[in-house]
């Protein structure tokens, strides 16, 4: 191990810790551990709870028995949408995923609502040790610019590589329907942007209407999409952090158009140029130095995968909404008081932010 091996496995910045479980969030660990204790070999003594502060959908916990460590996802809650907090379908695509995709952790146990002791559906999987990298790359690695487009390659290389997976060799076959997949989201999020809409926030017909008259047709080329492929979704080897180790939150993963899920992706990849409200929804080193722009994202994309990526505004735009709809949905929880999490409270405008631009890049096109 280098010296800067050591300094990395060291950096307290990106290390993947929980935190104290907030009050709302809490849960009978005493029924959890002893569901787990019958379906999970070789646990012990009573695990240590926490909750991490990540992410602003499913909840995650993590549960430390001693010498093993685990992790427990859930849904929110109050309100949501029938679908889009699917333990089973996290628990599924992981599941199927880890024969012939290994960047993914261990599913262990899965429970469905009506038999489980948190009243919500929840599955378990095991911890996958490493590193966490957010906002910005932590001083203590030395990274060069250099060091900073290799990786920012290899991030896109891996959603490349899960777009290469032969889901039906996965057992995935049946996991969603490609054909009409781009129809069934542009509607899908219509009706979700709607129906969370708050008074607070303009409903942006124009936006939903524009994607409505310009969904590009079926593709032949089919995949299993993430759905919310971000940097801080993976997990990064200790020793050598351009390994990623483990690809996490699953939960809007189906079968589909994969240009869609790159556009969902550069929805969160912001750049030098962007608009000012954009810093919110910065939640990776997307403007580090030596980063590709999202223009050079998707030519490389083009590249690796032989797919024409020529045309990229509709991606990018639906990209766009689709977090709006998601900031939406969030907010509405906390604007109807089903959450008291402060992180919530901006996202209103967040939402109005990105509708926003969605109309100027329906004038001007995706640009550089």
Request: charge should be negative; glycine fraction near 10%; hydrophobic fraction near 35%.
């Amino acid at each position: 191990m280098t010296a800067n091996e050591t300094a990395i496995g060291a950096s307290s910045s990106v290390e993947n810790t929980a935190r104290e479980v907030r009050e709302e969030d809490s849960f009978d660990v005493e029924a959890v551990d002893k569901v787990l204790k019958d379906h999970i070999d070789g646990l012990t003594g009573t695990p240590a709870v926490g909750q991490f502060a990540g992410g602003a959908s499913n909840l995650t916990y993590s549960l430390d028995y001693p010498g093993r460590s685990l992790i427990l996802r859930r849904p929110p809650r109050g309100a949501k949408p029938a679908s889009g907090h699917s333990m089973i379908r996290e628990y599924t695509v992981i599941k199927g995923l880890k024969p012939v995709f290994p960047s993914v952790p261990e599913a262990l146990y899965y429970v469905d609502t009506d038999n489980s002791v948190l009243g919500a559906e929840f599955y378990v999987m095991e911890r996958v040790d490493g590193l966490l990298l957010e906002k910005t790359i932590p001083e203590d690695w030395g990274w060069t610019p250099q060091d900073n487009e290799k990786f920012c390659r290899l991030f896109w290389e891996k959603l490349v590589e899960l777009h290469a997976v032969d889901y039906n060799a996965a057992g995935l076959g049946e996991f969603g329907r490609p054909q009409g997949y781009v129809s069934r989201q542009v509607g899908g999020w219509n009706k979700r942007f709607e129906k969370a809409l708050t008074p607070d926030v303009q409903p942006f017909d124009d936006v939903r209407d524009w994607l409505d008259a310009n969904q590009p047709p079926d593709v032949l080329q089919s995949a299993l999409i993430h759905g919310d492929f971000r940097m801080d979704n993976m997990i990064l080897n200790r020793s050598n952090p351009f390994q990623i180790d483990a690809v996490l939150d699953w939960e809007l993963s189906t079968l589909g158009d994969p240009l869609m899920d790159l556009g969902g992706a550069l929805a969160y990849w912001i750049q030098d140029g962007d608009p000012q409200g954009f810093e919110p929804l910065e939640k990776q080193p997307s403007r580090a130095p030596g980063m590709l722009r999202r223009q050079q994202i998707v030519d490389f994309y083009g590249e690796k995968t032989g797919i024409t990526t020529d045309d990229f505004t509709f991606y990018y735009v639906f990209g766009l909404f689709r977090l709006a709809g998601i900031a939406q949905q969030i907010y509405f929880r906390y604007h109807a008081g089903q959450t008291t999490n402060p992180a919530f409270k901006g996202f209103g405008m967040a939402s109005q932010g990105l509708c926003l631009y969605c109309q100027h890049l329906i004038r001007e096109g995706m640009g550089s």
